[in-house]
T-cell receptor, first 121, second 115 residues
Framework: GAVVSQHPSRVICKSGTSVKIECRSL??????MFWYRQFPKQSLMLMATSNEGSKATYEQGVEKDKFLINHASLTLSTLTVTSAHPEDSSFYIC?????????????????FGNGTRLTVT | AQSVTQLDSHVSVSEGTPVLLRCNYS??????LFWYVQHPNKGLQLLLK??????LVKGINGFEAEFKKSETSFHLTKPSAHMSDAAEYFCVVTPRGTGRRALTFGSGTRLQVQP
């Protein structure tokens, strides 16, 4: 079945440094990927929509210069947290829709990566 | 506009007893509805989906959900809980066939299974 692979699963970095998180679709092409942030014991918050070959679309309140998204190929999107601060510590999850034959693209379910636990010290 | 309400933030059952996780939704458009499960420090796994076919949807691991338009509900059930079912469950709604990309997540229900 379709798999979305996210790497790394866990990262600890020092304040002021940058961290890159990768999201790959392993056996399908994903023109669109989604990046979520999850705070402890809370639901997922959509941060941005990553579009292959074009600029990402950011949700209101999400700093695009801080959370850089690159979607250079149909199977890879990256999220870079720049100049990380302790308040950026969180669980980041990527997802992608798997196209279904004969189905409408917006009805197909999202498949999620296993998430990245970012801790900024 | 659309919204999802998961009526219980926490549900505790004994192993072998039925599970009921409640979800109500509102949507200006005909919805597609999903249930996802999240184990600690993991991503979300799709349990089942409703996209306009049969109103009773069967998913993985013995879970099923019934779409009830009159009640605007999509409750998740399982006849007999297993210890491995302990996790966080999310109900998700998206407008069907409108070209909109937005998914709305419920706040989640933590299922605890007692031995």
């Amino acid at each position: 079945g379709a798999v979305v692979s996210q790497h790394p699963s866990r990262v600890i970095c020092k304040s002021g440094t940058s961290v890159k998180i990768e999201c790959r679709s392993l056996d399908f092409q994903a023109t669109t990927m989604f990046w979520y942030r999850q705070f402890p014991k809370q639901s997922l918050m959509l941060m941005a929509t990553s579009n292959e070959g074009s600029k990402a679309t950011y949700e209101q309140g999400v700093e695009k210069d801080k959370f850089l998204i690159n979607h250079a190929s149909l199977t890879l999107s990256t999220l870079t947290v720049t100049s990380a601060h302790p308040e950026d510590s969180s669980f980041y999850i990527c997802s992608a829709r798997v196209p279904e034959v004969g189905g409408q693209p917006y009805n197909s379910p999202l498949h999620f990566g296993n998430g990245t636990r970012l801790t900024v010290t | 506009a659309q919204s999802v309400t998961q009526l219980d933030s926490h549900v505790s059952v004994s192993e072998g007893t039925p599970v009921l996780l409640r979800c109500n939704y509102s949507s200006s458009y005909s919805p597609s509805l999903f249930w996802y499960v999240q184990h600690p420090n993991k991503g979300l796994q799709l349990l089942l989906k409703y996209t306009s076919a049969a109103t009773l949807v069967k998913g993985i691991n013995g879970f099923e959900a019934e779409f009830k338009k009159s009640e605007t509900s999509f409750h998740l059930t399982k006849p007999s809980a297993h210890m491995s079912d302990a996790a966080e469950y999310f109900c998700v709604v998206t407008p069907r066939g409108t070209g909109r990309r937005a998914l709305t997540f419920g706040s989640g229900t933590r299922l605890q299974v007692q031995p």
